[in-house]
């Protein structure tokens, strides 16, 4: 269907006035944490959506492809910012690819993302939902156990039921990657993370 040129002019303003909101929006410090989950090393999420130039360049290195864009659900200030989704990828910077070079952090061209000592690390904590767990229902699962790379952070009963340490969960996403049950018995929260103090 055609379009007039009063109609296209209309169309044009109101998009450059929708993205000039967003630009805005993403320039102004957050007041509350959010509730995405960061790479390891990502700055304070108040100033996180500021420094990130959302160039897309952690998600190529990433070699999980643990990290995705944020979307609106996330906030507009989050739009096409890293995230961490286990469901698509564990981050690997304990065990794995990234323990000897955490990529994204090496490769960001701001400073959104530093390199930090793994000590430091906390992307969020693990969710337990029990009534999808399949040790639950009788079977014999520990995956989550047994891939889990932080010793303490998911310890197995006697009864062969997994249970889990907050404390000491960095928020990898290895255990909701690698659970077999459907839907998934594990969920990651940014709830506990650490984050880099960005010096400005």
Same mark, same amino acid.
């Given at each position: 269907?055609?379009?007039t040129?009063?109609?296209y002019v209309?169309?044009?303003? #109101?998009?450059?006035l929708?993205?000039?909101?967003?630009k805005?929006?993403?320039?102004?410090?957050a007041?509350t !944490?959010?509730?995405?989950?960061?790479?390891?090393?990502a700055?304070?999420?108040?100033?996180?959506p500021?420094?990130?130039v959302?160039?897309?360049i952690?998600? @190529?290195?990433?070699?999980?492809? %643990?990290?995705?864009?944020?979307?609106f659900e996330e906030?507009?200030?989050?739009?096409?910012t890293?995230?961490? !989704?286990?469901?698509?990828?564990?981050?690997?910077?304990?065990r794995?690819?990234?323990? #000897?070079?955490?990529?994204?952090? !090496?490769h960001?061209p701001?400073g959104?993302?530093?390199?930090v000592?793994? @000590?430091?690390?906390?992307l969020?904590?693990?969710k337990?939902?029990? %009534?999808s767990?399949?040790?639950?229902?009788g079977?014999e699962?520990?995956?989550?156990s @047994?891939?889990?790379p932080?010793?303490?952070a998911?310890?197995?009963?006697e009864?062969?039921?997994p249970t889990?340490?907050?404390?000491k969960c960095?928020g990898?996403?290895?255990?909701?990657?690698?659970c077999? %049950?459907?839907?998934?018995?594990?969920?990651?929260?940014? @709830?506990g993370a650490?984050?880099?103090?960005?010096?400005?």
């Amino acid at each position: 269907m055609a379009i007039t040129r009063r109609e296209y002019v209309t169309l044009l303003a #109101e998009s450059v006035l929708v993205l000039g909101v967003m630009k805005i929006a993403s320039l102004v410090p957050a007041t509350t !944490d959010t509730a995405v989950v960061r790479p390891p090393g990502a700055i304070d999420e108040a100033y996180f959506p500021l420094l990130c130039v959302r160039c897309g360049i952690c998600l @190529e290195v990433c070699p999980t492809k %643990a990290i995705m864009l944020g979307g609106f659900e996330e906030g507009i200030a989050a739009v096409n910012t890293p995230k961490i !989704d286990p469901l698509n990828g564990a981050c690997e910077f304990i065990r794995g690819r990234c323990e #000897e070079s955490m990529r994204c952090a !090496d490769h960001c061209p701001t400073g959104a993302i530093q390199r930090v000592a793994k @000590e430091q690390v906390k992307l969020g904590t693990v969710k337990f939902n029990h %009534a999808s767990c399949l040790a639950y229902h009788g079977k014999e699962c520990v995956v989550c156990s @047994e891939m889990c790379p932080v010793p303490g952070a998911i310890v197995v009963t006697e009864d062969l039921k997994p249970t889990f340490n907050p404390d000491k969960c960095v928020g990898c996403g290895t255990c909701v990657y690698s659970c077999p %049950a459907n839907p998934k018995a594990l969920g990651l929260l940014a @709830e506990g993370a650490k984050r880099t103090k960005w010096l400005g």
